[in-house]
């Protein structure tokens, strides 16, 4: 049951986290400020990570 509540959630939360990272890629090809452009990169960096550990919970309910 848990891992199933798991596997829903995380796959629940990884296409909206794939089109966030997209959308700052667009974002990031924009005339941006220094300061926008590190808040832009600090952003994707959170985002990737984020989605980084969505795919390892997907990769550990396949194991059990």
């Known amino acids: 049951l848990i891992v ?8 629940e939360m990884r296409t909206p986290m794939a089109g966030i990272i997209g959308l700052l890629d667009l974002l990031a090809c924009d005339t941006l ?5 590190m808040s832009v990169a600090q952003i994707r960096r959170c985002a990737t990570g984020l989605l980084a550990l969505v795919n390892n919970v997907l990769d ?3 194991v059990n």
Do not use: A
């Not at 199933?4 to 796959?11: A, E």
């Not at 400020?33 to 452009?37: F, S």
């Open 60 to 62: 550990i309910s396949k």
């Open 33 to 37: 400020t220094p300061d926008q452009e």
């Open 4 to 11: 199933n509540l798991f596997v829903f959630v995380s796959h």
